[in-house]
């Protein structure tokens, strides 16, 4: 900053990347809904580069909004087969497993 330059704290900065670990289960609760458009392909690429064909996505039961709109996500995306809710010992409606194409 050089003087006579109006100091601007006021601007949001993001926060800093996290690189997430590749294991083929993505859990959301850390994450802000605004970022899963981004945050939920850019993974699901990450695992099919691994040939991790089978991810589970935990959204959390909560009032099912968040499932609503991961679902809507994965339903646009070319690279997933299908996806449905988890079975019970996978976290039930509170989870959904993806299965990739090749």
């Not at 109006?6 to 993505?26: M, R």
Request: proline share 8%; aromatic share 6%; charged share 25%.
């Amino acid at each position: 900053m050089h003087p006579g330059e109006p100091n601007d704290d006021s601007q949001e900065t993001a926060p800093p990347a996290v690189a997430l670990p590749i294991t083929g289960e993505l859990d959301l609760h850390t994450f802000q809904p605004r970022d899963l458009s981004s945050l939920l392909p850019e993974y699901l690429a990450a695992c099919r580069a691994k040939r991790i064909l089978r991810v589970r996505v935990i959204h959390g039961k909560g009032t099912g909004q968040l499932r609503q709109t991961v679902h809507a996500l994965l339903a646009r995306l070319p690279e997933v087969a299908r996806f449905e809710l988890a079975g019970e010992f996978e976290g039930g409606w509170g989870a959904t497993i993806v299965w990739l194409k090749e």
